[in-house]
Structures are given as structure tokens and as C-alpha cells.
């Protein structure tokens, strides 16, 4: 009988979530060290950084909304919001890695002194916190999915804020790269 990802037990689950948070962040680390490596064809992705801001700052809304839905117990509009918060992170990722496989050359941050301190921290942070947010928004999702909504509260109080800054601190590193240019 086979059983989907929500029947699993929970420590196949566990198992499931870090394969796949440690493959994502394995291939986007390897993308990024090795710029335009997997290069297929020319495709413009001129316009990626600009689509990856507006994406995270949509992200940050919907997030943020979800957030209000559910302190004011409207889990239709909750769930709706989350699961679109998630859909448009994967296609976040899924265009970030386009861009990096197709961007030989890395855009650097101009600035000097406090300002690439404030930079080098929100940069840090965000990479550090996104590979972080992959498995943690899973097991949310899962666990609401479950109905384990004690569990899913748990680690939602953990996921929300953290997933929050990621897409905050990725329209700031746009912003700062692309916006604030000398």
C-alpha cells in the first residue's frame, strides 16, 4: 500500500524533509560557488533579480496576512495564503537557481565600511536562515496538513518569523545590490 508523504511516520518524515533540504541546499551552494557551471543554452535572466525581490516582498505580504488570518481563526484564507506563500518560495528557488546557472558573473556589493558590515550581516544571516527556513516550512506544512495543529503551532511560532526575515533580508540584499549602486 503506498502512502503519501502526509501518512509517513514521523521519523520517515524527518528523514524525507533533511534529503531534500540537504539536496536544495547542496545544489544551490554548488550553483553559486561554480557560477554559470551548469550553463544550458543562453537565456536572458536580466530580469531575475528584480522577479526574485518583488517574489520575496510578495512572500513577506502574504505571510504577514496569513498571520492576521489566522490570529482572527479564518483558516480557509490562513491555509490559502501559507500555501501560496510556499508556492511562490518554490518558484523562487526553482528561478534562482535558473539565474545562477545561467549568470557567470557575480554582482558584488559596492559599498564600504559600516554599510558592507550592515550588508556582509543581512547577506549572512539570509543565506544561513534560508537553507534553514526549507526544512521547517515542510514540517509546518505537514503537520497542519496532518491536522497535528498543536505540533503544527510549535513550529509555526519558529517558521513564521524566521521565513518572515528571509523574505524581508532578500529585498534588502536586492535593494542594496541593485538599488543603492554607485
Given amino acids: 500500500?503506498?502512502?503519501?508523504i502526509v501518512g509517513m511516520s514521523d521519523h520517515t518524515l524527518r528523514i524525507v524533509i533533511s534529503a531534500v533540504a540537504i539536496v536544495i541546499s547542496?545544489?544551490?551552494?554548488f550553483i553559486i560557488l561554480n557560477p554559470g557551471v551548469l550553463r544550458f543554452g543562453t537565456v536572458d535572466v536580466s530580469y531575475a533579480p528584480?522577479?526574485?525581490a518583488f517574489i520575496n516582498g510578495t512572500v513577506a505580504v502574504l505571510l504577514s496576512i496569513g498571520y492576521w488570518a489566522i490570529r482572527r481563526r479564518k483558516i480557509t484564507i490562513h491555509r490559502?495564503?501559507?500555501?501560496?506563500a510556499f508556492a511562490l518560495s518554490t518558484l523562487f528557488?526553482?528561478?534562482?537557481?535558473?539565474?545562477h546557472t545561467q549568470k557567470a558573473e557575480p554582482v558584488y556589493f559596492s559599498g564600504t565600511g559600516l554599510a558592507r558590515v550592515v550588508y556582509l550581516l543581512i547577506l549572512v544571516t539570509h543565506i544561513i536562515l534560508a537553507a534553514v527556513i526549507v526544512p521547517l516550512a515542510l514540517f509546518t506544512i505537514v503537520r497542519a496538513w496532518r491536522n497535528e495543529f498543536a505540533r503544527h503551532r510549535r513550529i509555526a511560532q519558529w517558521t513564521l518569523p524566521l521565513w518572515l526575515y528571509v523574505a524581508l533580508s532578500g529585498v534588502a540584499v536586492y535593494v542594496m545590490l541593485y538599488a543603492w549602486r554607485s
Fill in 80 to 84: 490559502t495564503l501559507m500555501l501560496s
Fill in 93 to 99: 528557488l526553482i528561478s534562482y537557481v535558473i539565474y
Fill in 50 to 52: 528584480a522577479f526574485h
Fill in 26 to 29: 547542496a545544489l544551490v551552494a
Fill in 1 to 4: 500500500m503506498k502512502r503519501s
